[in-house]
Each structure stands twice: as C-alpha cells, then as structure tokens.
C-alpha cells in the first residue's frame, strides 16, 4: 500500500466528527510511524517519490549468539512458527526470543525456510554501495538537453569539510578542475513552494536523467573517489534533514541508531522554527560509526 492509501483507509475509520479536525495532523503521525516502523524492519518500503509499503521480512536480530538471545522482526504471521521451531521462550509484547541453541544452530534450521538470522552488522551487507551510472543505466534513462533544463544548473563538487557544507556550485561560475559530472537543476515550485530538484549525468553528448538515489549514490562515490570524504561529528546532535542527503536504504539504519531530541530543545537563530535533531544511541555509537565510514565513506581518514 502506498502512504495515501494508507492513510485514505485509516480516515475511512474514523468517527464522522474527527474525519477533518486534526487531518494534517493524522498525516504527519502516519508518516513518523511509517518511519518507525522501517527503522525496526517491521515494514519494507520501495520506490523513491511514490513510496509503497509491505510487511517486512520474517528475520531475527541477534542481541547474544549462544545461547541464542534475539529480536523477531518483520511478518509476524510467522513468529509462532519461529518460536516452535526453535522450542524458544519468548517475549510476546517485545517479541525477544531466548533458546538453548546457538546462533549458528538457529540459522540453519531457520534459514533453510527463508527465515534470516542476523547481527546488525549483517545487515549492512545488503546496502548499496556508492557507484557512478553505468553505461547499462545510462542508456535506460531518459536524455535531456539544455532547453530541458528548468533553473539553473548546477554541478557537484566534492569537498572534505563539514558535512551539511554545500558541494553544489553554479556551473558558471565553477572551476574545470574541480568539477564532476553530476549536476542537477532546481527550479521553483508554484504549486509547493519548494524547489523541484532533478539530477543529470553529463557526458561529451548529452545530460542523462538520475533518480536520486543515482545521484546520492553517485556523489558519495566521487567523494571516495578524490578522497574528499564528508565530515559528520557524531558527539553533537544531528539536524534530521541528514536523512535527505543519504540513499532512502539507509534512511531505515538511520532512524535505527538515532533518537530525535524533542525541537523545544533547540531555536533558530531567527526564532520562529524549532530545527529537529537527532542524537546517536550511545550503544550504537560505533556501529554507526562503522556503517558510515565503510559504507559511504564518511569520516574515513585521509589515503
């Protein structure tokens, strides 16, 4: 089901007095939940602006490898099972599971019915890494040239410094050495108020269109690739709005990790907006860490 339709359907249920009151309210509680939900591999999602939602995959996060000591996740239509098989004591409300055998005697009783077992390491496995556009790719996207472009375009120059610091510069204006060949347009929204963003690859003959998951997948590669890495002091607290600058597949690890610090906490300079941020689980501090650095580069020490 996509968001709306999800959100269509819990409306429909509502008592007739509460159908309007609080509606964009109800819409801002779904899509935190939703969030919440991915973030525990409770629920999968695909798609980047249009955004569908499943039930996860039956899997256990492994807390103590022997004796087993896990977490159940994802359709719960086979924690029953699990627990049997496994002749486990469990948990109902945390759906934390405990049994004599190891983690490896578990994985292969469970795995062989498409069950995964798993320690948050593993799951880093499943990521997509950093790469530019293939030719493969390039040739499926759609071609653009400059009379296509809305606003001005813009090129992606990699720089090791903080990491909200901005790499895109008016390709007017930047320098040859310096730039890639990821660009992107923005051009005003009427209809939003925002800017529309869309993402290009150039080459000798023309501009490709990418999704954004190519470009932020692509930008953290040319990061690697000039060793010009982003910096990200995990000690402070985060803006939220990191999650926007990372690949939707790592978004689910980020809320994983993190917890959002309430926005009375901090103001503006201006006064009128409370900016959210995040802070990482002490516990998870270096995993985190890890996930970053190994995975996109991030905070990875100069070659």
């Known amino acids: 089901m996509t968001y709306w339709q999800i959100c ?14 609080g509606e964009k309210g109800l819409r801002e509680r779904v899509i935190e939940q939703l ?14 602006s249009r955004k569908s939602y499943r039930m996860g995959a039956p899997s256990l996060i492994i807390e103590s490898e022997a004796p087993l000591r896990a977490k159940y996740v994802g359709d719960r239509a086979y924690f029953t099972t699990v627990v049997e098989l496994l002749d486990a004591e469990c948990d109902i409300d945390t759906r934390l599971i405990e049994t004599a055998k190891t983690a490896g005697e578990s994985r292969e009783i469970l795995e062989a019915r498409g069950i995964a077992v798993q320690t948050e390491d593993m799951l880093f496995q499943f990521l997509p890494e950093p790469a530019l556009p293939t030719e493969i790719e390039l040739s499926m996207s759609e071609q653009a040239c400059d009379e296509d472009i809305r606003g001005d375009l813009e090129v992606y120059i990699p720089r090791r410094k903080d990491f909200f610091a901005s790499r895109w510069v008016n390709s007017d204006v930047a320098l040859p050495s310096e730039m890639s060949q990821l660009r992107r347009a923005r051009a005003s929204s009427f209809l939003t108020r925002k800017y529309d963003v869309t993402y290009f690859w150039e080459t000798a003959a023309c501009l490709y269109k990418l999704s954004k998951d190519q470009a932020m997948l692509a930008s953290y ?16 607290p985060i803006p939220a709005h990191i999650r926007n600058e990372l690949p939707s597949a790592y978004r689910a690890l980020i809320d994983r990790y993190t917890e959002r610090i309430p926005d009375t906490q901090f103001t503006s300079d201006s006064g009128d907006r409370r900016p959210r941020y995040m802070q990482v689980r002490f516990k998870h501090k270096d995993l985190f860490a890890k996930l970053l650095e190994t995975k996109l580069g991030i905070n990875k020490p100069l070659a």
């Not at 249920?13 to 509460?18: N, T, V």
């Not at 040319?222 to 002091?233: F, G, K, Q, T, V």
């Open 8 to 21: 269509t359907h819990i409306e429909a249920l509502l008592p007739p007095d509460q159908e309007v009151v």
């Open 35 to 48: 969030e919440a939900l991915e973030s525990e591999f409770e629920i999968a999602s695909s798609g980047e």
């Open 221 to 236: 590669r040319i990061d690697l690739d000039r060793n010009e890495s982003r910096l990200l002091d995990l000690d402070r």
